[in-house]
């Protein structure tokens, strides 16, 4: 894997102007999961992501993407922070995330989670009670966003316009996906985590959707990072690769990913 | 913060709403619960309310008989009559000496009728007119329909005796001012003025009574004594302190106080077999559908994880299961008391002709359907406190893969 090259000034907190700011600066996370005599260890020594940048996480099957974007959707505690910060608006402090779980301050995290971060997950996600319309307009219910065009604009261009009023089981799987997509976005989220967004489809089907995914999240201005171990067509969408190494004892007792970028 | 309760009572509304199937059974099976034990404690309150009713209001359940007889002057009648658990009280003559040949100008039978002395508020008489002199009566309705009198006839009463070995007879008009109910007094009777029936005594011992004029030896009985009297306490609690108390004078009395006991002791006994069924119930109910909800929060895992994961915090997410079983608990309540307004309806119609036109046999006021509510709501309550619980343990990345 090889990240694309763009400079990265480690100043953070300062807000330069025509700097870039970055979203996420870990230093020194890791988290070690353990389980029948075998350990996993993910080590991220380095990482910054900048406001608006788009960044895919690629790599084989176990080899900690979710760990990763666990941790940096902030509903999984590492288990060792050197330092953390999360700072979703050029005009917005820092957060100290480490902070926050020091303190177990999950309800400061969940109210994080409900304004600036928007998922996608593996398969759906959708709460089977509430119509289509209903589930994209969650996320901004709980914010009490006033209604703009917005769930309709998505709804058209994600192609579910005519299922609005529909619950999700009568849709395809491709479908509600694409509904969990709006949903991601429909409250213009600071950034939108996206675990295998496309891994239930086929790779036609995957692939459109993708685009489109990347697309919206363009127009919007939206910081986006995705996890797949389909890259082929995620390479022509002009996203930054998040660099890592796995390693495996030969025993098979310890399988460490460093991640850095 | 309040207004995210009121975005998880919409999620928990259609929720519950779009599992429909699985709502509408747990309501069902609540008011299966609550429904009988509505009816049974309707029929409870109203078989042992309308004894109770019929004991407090038939005024023989307050009276205290004194057996055989004493010797009783007025003023001893007088200060027994300023006892607060005393309603009424009035003296007795001799039996024997207290009846009355009657004659009506519509009916060719002469009946004689015992004598009973009466007076204000006469609890055998409660609505009707109270004789004032003398020459006023109220028959009983036996009397009454033998003479074939109504109010305000005129009818004859004739007394007679042996005096100085020559048989005597004097005749008095009387007024009939009104006329008992029947269950007042049932054989043939006449409420009277104390002053006739001791007129009447006066007469068959041979004494001059002046006030109607008729002869005897001299008047001037001054230390009268009775050998009886009619005494109804205040309610029925006072009957055994009075009879005590009378007792304690050597007085012996009978009253019906052994059938207050018998419905207090039913109504009692009752209540208890009710608790127990209702406690059973209850209990089986919550553990019931404590058991769904836990295995509900199991079920929904997922959804309730995008919850967290979307922001809710943990106290908004134990609303959940709290919120819908609470539902169940309104929903089964109002089931509950629909079927039990049905089948009282149908049970009350069944007995109508056996009780009173004001009495019914199943009967719960609207306390009860309230107390009925509140022990659903405690016990939903207490049977989703699990269930809350384990809701708020999910942590929100559990949302964001399936197992
Ligand atoms: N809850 C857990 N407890 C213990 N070990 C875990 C747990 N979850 C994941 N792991 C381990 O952590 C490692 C990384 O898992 P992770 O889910 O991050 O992989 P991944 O890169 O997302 O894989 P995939 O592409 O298959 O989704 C795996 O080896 C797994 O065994
Ligand atoms: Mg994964």
């Known amino acids: 894997m090889t990240s694309t090259a763009i400079p990265i000034d480690p100043q953070t907190g300062v807000n330069l102007p025509g700097e870039r700011v970055l979203i996420y600066h870990l230093r020194d996370v890791e988290k070690t999961r353990e389980a029948e005599g075998t350990a996993f260890r993910l080590r991220v020594p380095s990482l910054q992501i900048a406001l608006g940048e788009k960044i895919a996480l690629i790599g084989e099957s176990g080899c900690g993407k979710s760990t990763l974007l666990d941790m940096l959707s902030m509903t999984l505690r590492p288990s060792g922070i050197g330092s953390f910060r999360f700072r979703p608006a050029r005009g917005a402090e820092p957060v100290d995330i480490s902070d926050l779980w020091r303190k177990k301050q999950l309800n400061q995290l969940g109210d994080l989670r409900r304004l600036r971060i928007g998922y996608v997950m593996q398969t759906g996600g959708l709460l089977p009670y509430l119509t289509v319309r209903e589930n994209i307009n969650l996320s901004r219910r709980l914010l009490d966003m006033q209604d703009d065009s917005l769930v309709d604009e998505l709804a058209g261009d994600l192609g579910i316009r005519r299922h609005l009023d529909k619950l999700p089981y009568m849709l395809s799987v491709g479908e509600r996906q694409r509904v969990a997509i709006g949903r991601a976005l429909a409250h213009r989220p600071s950034i939108v985590i996206a675990d295998e967004p496309t891994a239930s489809l086929d790779p036609i089907a995957a692939e459109r959707i993708m685009s489109l995914f990347i697309e919206l999240v363009d127009e919007l201005h939206i910081t986006v990072i995705l996890a797949s171990h389909a890259w082929r067509h995620i390479n022509r969408l002009g996203l930054r690769h998040l660099e890592h190494h796995t390693h495996r004892e030969s025993d098979g007792s310890m399988t460490e990913t460093v991640v850095s970028g | ?403």
């Open chain 2, 1 to 403: 913060m309040p207004h995210r309760v009121k975005d998880i009572l919409w999620l928990a509304g259609r929720d519950y709403r779009n599992e429909w199937q699985m709502s509408a059974f747990f309501i069902v099976s609540l008011a299966a619960v609550l429904g009988p034990m509505m009816i049974l404690y309707g029929l409870k309150f109203g078989i042992v309310g309308s004894m109770l009713t019929n004991l407090i209001e038939d005024p023989r359940n307050r009276e205290v008989r004194p057996i055989g007889s004493g010797r009783y002057d007025s003023a001893w009648v007088e200060q027994l009559r300023n006892r607060e658990e005393i309603d009424f009280i009035v003296p007795r003559t001799r039996a024997i000496a207290a009846t009355i040949d009657l004659k009506s100008e519509t009916a060719s039978r002469i009946i004689s009728v015992e004598m009973i002395p009466t007076g204000q508020a006469d609890p055998l008489l409660k609505t009707q007119t109270i004789p004032q002199s003398l020459q006023q009566i109220v028959l009983s309705n036996k009397a009454a329909q033998k003479l074939n009198v109504k109010p305000g006839d005129e009818i004859s009463g004739s007394l007679s005796r042996r005096f100085k070995g020559r048989s005597e007879r004097v005749h008095i008009s009387l007024q009939v001012i009104d006329i008992a109910k029947p269950a007042s007094f049932t054989r043939d009777g006449a409420f009277t003025d104390l002053l006739l029936v001791e007129a009447a005594e006066d007469f068959r011992d041979g004494r001059a009574v002046s006030a109607l004029g008729w002869s005897g030896t001299a008047e001037g009985n001054d230390k009268r004594t009775y050998p009886s009297f009619r005494l109804y306490t205040s309610s029925i609690y006072d009957v055994a302190p009075i009879s005590e108390a009378l007792g304690k004078l050597g007085i012996e009395v009978s009253t019906r106080v052994a059938d207050i006991d018998i419905v207090r002791t039913m109504d009692r006994n009752l209540s208890v077999v009710f608790w127990l069924i209702a406690i059973i119930g209850l209990f089986g109910f919550t553990l019931s559908l404590g058991a769904s909800l836990w295995a509900n929060v199991d079920r929904k895992r997922k959804e309730l994880s995008v919850l967290r994961l979307v922001g809710f915090r943990t106290g908004e997410i134990v609303w959940f299961p709290v919120l819908q079983s609470v539902f169940t608990a309104i929903f089964g309540w109002l089931t509950a008391s629909m079927i039990y307004l049905g089948v009282s309806f149908t049970i009350n119609r069944l007995f109508a002709s056996q009780m009173d036109s004001s009495d019914s046999i199943c009967h719960l006021l609207p306390n009860h359907f309230l107390i009925a509510l509140i022990l659903t709501l405690g016990a939903a309550t207490i049977a989703a406190i699990l269930a809350g619980y384990r809701a708020a343990r999910i942590e929100p990345s559990e949302g964001l893969r399936d197992i």
